[in-house]
Structure formats: C-alpha cells, structure tokens
C-alpha cells in the first residue's frame, strides 16, 4: 500500500522540490540563500535555481518573497469581494467555477449514508511539489487528494480511507499518476479533471464555495459563511473546509482568519503558507524582494 510510483521520470526531481519547499518554508523568516537552499536538496545553485522554475513553475526568489501572510492579509477585503461577486454571478456548483471549469459530482445522501459502499476508489502515492501526495479516483472522477511527508504513507491513507469506510480500494498508481501528473505539472491546475465528492449537502455547498475563490486570493470562514446563507455559521464552514477530501483542487488553503493568519490546516500549516505563496508567486508580475537570486 506504501509504495510510491513516479508518475514521470523526473520523480527524484519532484522528491527534491518538495524538500526545497518544506526547507524554504521553514526558513523563510532567515531569508536563506540560493547556495543554502541549493545544499539543502543536494545540488548545485544553478542546478537548483533552473528545476525549482521548472517544477514548481516560479523562481525560488518569487516564491520566499511571497512566504510572508503580508500579502494574504492585504488582500482578505479583496478576497471577500471577489468571492462574493464569483458566487453572486452564479459561479458554484457544477457549473463554472470562477476561471476553471471544474466539474462536480456529489454522491446521493444514500450513497453518504452508507458510507461509500459499492464505490471502487483506485488509489496511488506520488511526489509533488507540497510533499507526497495520496490521490484518489472513482470511475466519476478524483475523489481524494491527500498531502505529507515522505514516510507518512500509511497515516495519510488511514485518515483517508476513514471518510469511506465501506468503499473499496485498489492501488492502480498508472491512473493515479497521470492523473497526479494533470494536477501538479508547472503552470498546471487540474481544472479539466472532474471531481467525485462525497460530504453532507452542507459540506458540499462549502466546497462549491471555495471554489469561487481565484486563484491568488484569500477569504474567510465568516465570509464563506455569510456568502452561502449562513451567516453565524463560521465555525460549521470551518469544520467543514477541514474535511475537504480534494485538498489543493478545492482551495481550503485560500481561507484564513479574520485577521489573516493561519488558523489550522488538516495537512499542516507550512504547507498551507507554501500553497499559498506558489500560488501569490505565480500570479505576481514581478518577485519580490529576497535574498535568493
């Protein structure tokens, strides 16, 4: 069940982003160098500077610059409006989905209640930019995308497979790595692949919402709420961000506080800061001021 397949050739390049980016991340307050940065993965600053551009599809520079929450909390009223007005233009659901035409199944009450019985989920472990990823498919779509670290592999897949207890699983990494290879390829986003959910009708609507949220911005859980007839209900909304079972696709890690920090991310907060960052670094112009070249 552990094992992980690459779903290219370049799977230990794809292993030494995903370090760069965890040591990045932790470190970003120290402003690391390329060459520290560069040592850290094993491999020679230029050698570095050219893969980091290449797999996670901005330079190292852009992204320290954009580890800071500055931007984040700057934006929040920004993100708030921007949800609202994607949700009020119609943009939830199964239909299009703010610049992404992501399309959404929902499995029936009955199909929830009986805890995905009857539902083959074909599954497979692979190396990504945020760590290993554990992806999950129905014959409707993707219907699980999970994150840690390298030796993390069974704990991912248990919390996993405990959201469908009663489903059936079969390791297929060739599905799962093309599939992994649509989502995480630089500049890539894995709109075109369609996405089986299996939630409350609830949690459902809460995802619906996150979709809205563009890429590079930020809401809140208040917002959320408010935005889905639900006002008061931040706490609901933000259990059920936390049982997002497509993690990276859904954007949970585009919600913060209402003051704009961190406030829990089921597969770690310096992973939602690193998301996030990729994600402000690819939408800005120009990098930001860093001491990585």
């Known amino acids: 069940m552990t094992n992980i397949l690459s779903f290219d050739e370049n799977d230990a390049n794809w292993r030494r982003m995903g370090r760069a980016i965890r040591y990045l991340s932790e470190r970003y307050r120290d402003q ?85 019985a009857g539902v083959d989920i074909d599954y497979g472990f692979h190396a990504c930019p945020f760590g290993i990823a554990l992806v999950m498919a129905t014959d409707k779509g993707v219907c699980g995308l999970a994150f840690g670290d390298e030796g993390e592999e069974k ?77 008061g209900a931040a706490r609901a909304v933000g259990t059920a961000v936390g049982r997002n079972p497509v993690a990276w696709l859904i954007p949970c890690h585009r919600v913060l506080g209402s003051d704009g920090g961190l406030h829990g991310y089921h597969w770690g907060l310096e992973r939602k800061r690193a998301m996030l960052a990729v994600e402000a670094a690819r939408q800005s112009d120009s990098p930001r001021t860093s001491a990585i070249a």
């Open 32 to 116: 690391p160098s390329l060459e520290d940065a560069a040592a850290a993965v094993h491999l020679s600053p230029f050698h570095f500077q050219r893969l980091f551009t290449r797999y996670v599809g901005v330079s190292p520079k852009n992204f320290v610059g954009h580890l800071t929450l500055g931007h984040a909390k700057n934006d929040l009223v920004a993100g708030k409006s921007l949800l609202g007005t994607a949700l009020d233009a119609g943009l939830s659901g199964p239909s299009r989905l703010h610049d992404l035409c992501l399309k959404i199944e929902a499995m029936t009450p009955g199909e929830y209640a009986r805890g995905g």
């Open 155 to 231: 704990a991912i897949f248990a919390d996993m497979r405990a959201r469908w207890p009663k489903a059936t699983y079969r390791p297929a990494a060739e599905r799962t790595a093309a599939i992994a290879a649509r989502i995480f390829a630089a500049r890539a986003d894995g709109s075109d692949l369609p996405i089986h959910l299996l939630g409350t009708p609830f949690q459902v609507k809460v995802w619906e919402a996150l979709l809205a949220i563009p890429q590079g911005s930020v809401s809140s859980y208040g917002a959320i709420a408010g935005r889905i007839g639900e006002a």
